[in-house]
């Protein structure tokens, strides 16, 4: 009521020459504004995409439900008071025209042939991972997850073609090749496209380049940038939300891998395409966008249907970050067969990290932990770091032994408190909840299976806390 009262009070105050500006402010209509744009929806009821017929200037198919399709050379959304201008030069292939296909299943099948026939991979059952990705890149609008790819190999292994074959087959597939961060921000946010980066070994040092990728995999999320205007700084937002395929012959950050479907490539073993066939490439194009328009135009699926069936593939992956990925790759299957081969996948996919992830050091200091309170080291609820420390150096060469210091910052990192012993020797205390909660983890699975596989005879004999002199005896043996 008082915020009431203070408009009514700012009407009075204004008097009615004022009221009758407010009133004439709210009832004019916005101006129009022209931009230019490479296609879109049009609320719920229209669709269009640049297009490029035979011997003419680039232009938008349009398709309106109940209508045929058209060619246009604008685009008008009166409900945005918005003017579409086709943009005159797009650095990835166009298709010319949408173009009819036999059904779903055969278009599918006629993408994932091309694959195969332009890329050899390890696993059969790729193909049918990268059909899936090329069909969901076409259906952008529906998802809340964009997963990307990495093509991980060593030289010569077939991942540039990879990304070549793949960038002329998805939605607006930009293969941007030795781009820098300030060429990619807008043309993001603008077009949408499907993004390809090659060698990512060159971005290893390019902060800003990892921000894009790991800020623009979910929808909603904004990379920020900072802007010189007249000798000032602005914090200016891009929502550069779209598919991305990357290739390397190193490990990406461990943030952005999670980020992924790994492909690790190999030197072919069979006889693959030389040239990539254009014209095949560029009919399949036409024909995914005919899909699109057939498939954007119909009712997406409402939350609670997106979340029960995510619920659902939780159950059947076992993995969140992985059942995200594939999501929409699952959505975009044309039938049973082919969703249970990509659920397979995932689950493969899955058990993999989950295997790289027994590998890390928090991995290793937890096993450390657990392998000291079966060696009998714990006292009064604590364990002494220095002990942590010292059944991890037993199997790793001098070079690599772990630091104190950095054992206690991954105990902290695990959840464990830390705490003083008795003369001042830095310890960790035992928790019950926090261990139960650490075993229910799936990255600290292989950890507590480890230890629970082994029999009383095969584990170590408890032994009283190593001397000081433990360290010194160990490099004597190691010598």
């Given amino acids: 009521m008082k915020l009431l009262k203070v408009y009514d009070s700012a009407i009075v105050k204004m008097g009615e020459h004022g009221l009758r500006n407010v009133m004439k402010l709210v009832s004019e209509p916005k101006e ?19 297009t490029k017929p035979n011997y003419e200037k680039p232009c938008f198919a349009m398709k309106m439900k109940g209508k045929p399709i058209c060619f246009v050379k604008e685009v008008k959304n009166p409900n945005q008071n918005l003017i579409v201008h086709p943009v005159e030069k797009v650095p990835w292939e166009l298709p010319t025209e949408p173009q009819p296909y036999e059904n779903v299943e055969t278009l599918w099948n006629e993408v994932k042939q091309c694959i195969h026939d332009h890329v050899d991979l390890p696993e059969p059952e790729a193909y049918d991972v990268l059909t899936a990705w090329v069909f969901a890149s076409w259906q952008l ?5 964009a997963p990307y790819l990495f093509m991980f190999g060593t030289f010569a292994t077939g991942k540039t073609r990879a990304l070549e074959v793949l960038s002329k087959l998805c939605s607006r597939g930009w293969l941007a090749l030795y781009m820098t961060p300030a060429s990619l921000y807008r043309p993001i946010e603008s077009w949408k496209p499907t993004l390809f980066l ?3 070994e060159i971005y290893g040092d390019k902060h800003e380049i990892l921000g894009l990728l790991n800020g ?5 999320q904004y990379v920020a940038r900072q802007r010189e205007t007249d000798g000032d700084y602005e914090t200016v937002f891009f929502d550069c939300f779209s598919f991305k395929a990357i290739a390397g012959t190193k490990e990406l950050a461990k943030t952005l891998q999670s980020r992924c479907i790994i492909f690790r490539t190999s030197h072919a073993t069979r006889k693959i395409k030389f040239f990539i066939d254009e014209q ?16 954007m135009l119909e009712g997406t699926e409402g939350t609670e249907a997106f979340s029960e069936r995510a619920d659902q593939l939780v159950e059947q992956i076992g993995y969140q970050r992985e059942v995200e990925l594939f999501y929409p790759l699952i959505s975009v299957a044309p039938n049973k067969e082919i969703e249970q081969k990509l659920i397979k996948y995932a689950k493969t996919s899955a058990t ?14 937890l096993s450390a932990i657990l392998q000291a309170k079966e060696r009998g080291f714990m006292h009064d609820g604590r364990l002494l770091i220095q002990d942590i420390t010292n059944i991890v150096n037993e199997n790793i060469s001098i070079e690599e032994r772990w630091r104190e210091r950095y054992t206690s910052s991954l105990c902290t990192r695990l959840g464990f408190q830390r705490s003083r012993g008795s003369k001042g020797k830095a310890v960790i205390l035992w928790s019950n909840p926090l261990v139960e909660r650490l ?8 950890c507590f299976s480890q230890a629970l596989s082994e029999t009383p005879s095969e584990r170590s004999v408890p032994s009283p806390p190593p001397s000081s002199d433990w360290l010194k005896h160990s490099k004597e043996v190691q010598t």
């Fill in 32 to 50: 129009t504004t022209t931009i230019k744009n490479t296609g879109g929806l049009i609320e719920k009821y229209g669709i269009y995409e640049l």
């Fill in 141 to 145: 609008e529906k998802w809340t997850i």
């Fill in 198 to 200: 090659d060698e990512s």
């Fill in 216 to 220: 623009s995999y979910r929808r909603g």
């Fill in 280 to 295: 095949r490439c560029t009919t399949l194009r036409n024909k995914l966008l005919m899909w699109r328009f057939d498939t």
């Fill in 352 to 365: 993999q990290k989950f295997e790289e992830l027994s590998l890390t050091s928090e991995a290793t200091c």
């Fill in 439 to 446: 075993k229910k983890d799936l990255r600290y699975a292989l």
